[in-house]
């Protein structure tokens, strides 16, 4: 069992950054996927970005080049840089986590709001 606690979600102005941090609790925190997920208002959740084991990332089109995804084992945390953030990256952010050698996102995060508006 994994227990996942975001943070650092708040307001900020179009082309501004913010760090979004997620706390996991459990074992086997290196041997897991991580992901961010986020969900907007009326849509449905979509994937955001991902890092696997052995620390190879993977970003959806919309965010790349401007979201980074990074974790550190030993404190078992995972965070999501996010530079030249957009109006349309208003969402509710989420932290996930597979089961060990496993690929999907099974334990999810309570989710931080994150809101871009001028």
Known sequence: QVHLAESGGGLVQPGGSL??????????????????????????????????????????DSVKGRF??????????????MNSLKPEDTAVYYCAATRPYSANAEFWGQGTQVTVSS
């Open 68 to 81: 980074t995804i990074s974790r550190d084992i030993p404190s078992n945390m995972v965070y999501l840089q």
């Open 19 to 60: 760090r979004l941090s997620c706390a996991a609790s459990g074992s086997g925190f290196s041997i897991r996927i991580m992901y961010w997920y986020r969900q907007a208002p009326g849509k449905q959740r979509e994937w955001v970005a991902r890092i696997n084991a052995g620390g190879g990332t993977d970003y959806a």
